[in-house]
């Protein structure tokens, strides 16, 4: 396989996973970086032995030879960062949340089209290798139909301290952490039609919104619960992992704590443990995150040698997007249903 090259945007926290992924898949390597902020893209040239560093990022696409490019900004910058890729006609990966907006999604999602370039959204919750067993359990047929599920990520943990953004952005755990909570249900049980959700906040410190609960029925039948906090102290920490609990005909999948997975089908029970791997550069609890982001990383490599479409192009997340609109629309109604086609 040929080397790609990347030039990466954006040098901040959480930059240099990506940046320890590309290193590892080995395939291709990220041979530029930009970042507004000097000593950040210092910082990151010289541990990752990148020399050819920008404080801005037309000027990087214009003077390098680059297969694409590895936006790793906050959200507010997506839109005129991915636009001015598709203008130099490069492929483009954007970090979660793709956008404020759906009107901004939708403009990026055309930007890309028109020009012809590949677009990913760097979704890796439905990466982590948990999510990919009971992916793989369900499409074994093993529990039967589906009828009932729920998606579930409750912590304490300080994400303010590594994200202080995290801290003062109006809205919080829909925007940030749900995104990933309701892509993890469309990817195991299909599109939504309807919903409904509330939210509230705790943490009296923090701006928006850090508990949501939402209620689904997708096309599929399912009916399903994705509920997230940031102000819940168990007994035992355990982030960022995201737990299920499964419903069949037949039997019931439980990701439990500590990743133990248990399948009951058909009156036998199966239990195993599906933990992620531990990457060499790679530290505990992030691990499974960590894990996530080389697994969607190396996809976006395969799609680009291939000439296939990313799982999470942006074309499939303007509809994880199209959840996350509905939920604080209907969080602002104190759980009025949203016929989720009337956003799409
Ligand atoms: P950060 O603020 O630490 O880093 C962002 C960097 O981008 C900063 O160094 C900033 O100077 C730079 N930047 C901003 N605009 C720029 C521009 N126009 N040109 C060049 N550089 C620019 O943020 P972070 O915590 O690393 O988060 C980045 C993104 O990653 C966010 O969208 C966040 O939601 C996402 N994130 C994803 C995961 C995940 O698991 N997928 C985890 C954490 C963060
Ligand atoms: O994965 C994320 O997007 C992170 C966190 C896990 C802290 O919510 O922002």
Redesign the pocket.
């Known amino acids: 396989m040929t080397m790609v090259r990347g030039g990466l ?7 240099h996973n990506h940046l320890h992924a590309w290193q590892e898949i080995g395939d291709s390597a990220i041979t530029a970086l ?4 000097e000593e ?1 893209l210092r910082d990151a040239g010289q541990k990752f032995g990148i020399s050819n560093l920008y ?3 037309a000027e990087m696409m214009a003077r390098e030879s680059l297969d694409f490019v590895d936006i ?4 507010a ?1 997506h839109r ?2 991915v636009e001015s890729a598709a203008g130099a006609g490069l492929p483009v990966i954007c ?3 793709f956008a404020e907006s759906l009107s901004d999604a939708r403009a990026m999602v055309d930007a890309c089209a028109r020009a012809g370039v590949p677009l990913m959204v ?4 439905r990466w982590q290798a948990p999510i990919r067993a009971v992916r793989a359990v369900l499409d074994s047929g093993r529990i039967g139909t589906v009828f009932w599920a729920r998606v579930s990520f409750r912590s304490a943990y300080d994400v303010f301290s ?2 202080p ?1 995290l801290a003062t952005s109006q809205r919080f755990i829909l925007e ?1 952490l749900g995104i ?1 909570i309701l892509d993890i249900a469309r990817f195991l049980f299909g599109d939504v039609s309807r919903l409904s959700a509330v939210i509230n906040r705790v943490n009296p410190k923090i701006r928006g919104e850090d508990v949501a609960t939402v209620l689904m029925l997708h096309e599929s039948g399912v009916n399903s619960i994705c509920d997230c906090s940031y102000a819940t102290a168990l007994a035992e920490e355990l982030f960022p992992q995201t737990l299920l609990e499964i419903d069949g005909s037949r039997g019931s999948i439980r990701l439990n704590a500590n990743y133990e997975l248990i399948v009951h089908s058909n009156g036998v029970t199966e239990r195993q443990t599906v933990a992620p791997v531990l990457h060499h550069w790679a530290c505990r609890p992030w691990h499974n ?1 960590q894990e ?2 080389y697994a969607i990383q190396k996809h976006w490599v395969d799609c680009l040698a291939g000439g296939t479409v990313p799982e999470t192009s942006g074309d499939d997340n303007l509809k994880t997007m199209t959840l996350v609109a509905a939920a604080y629309q209907s969080a602002a109604g104190n759980l009025a249903p949203v016929d989720v086609a009337t956003l799409t």
């Open positions: 945007i954006g040098c901040g926290f959480f930059a930009c970042d507004r902020d950040r404080t801005d990022a790793a900004t906050t959200v910058t005129p960062l970090q979660k949340p760097h979704e890796n919750f590594g994200q953004y940030d990933h995150i996530s982001v």
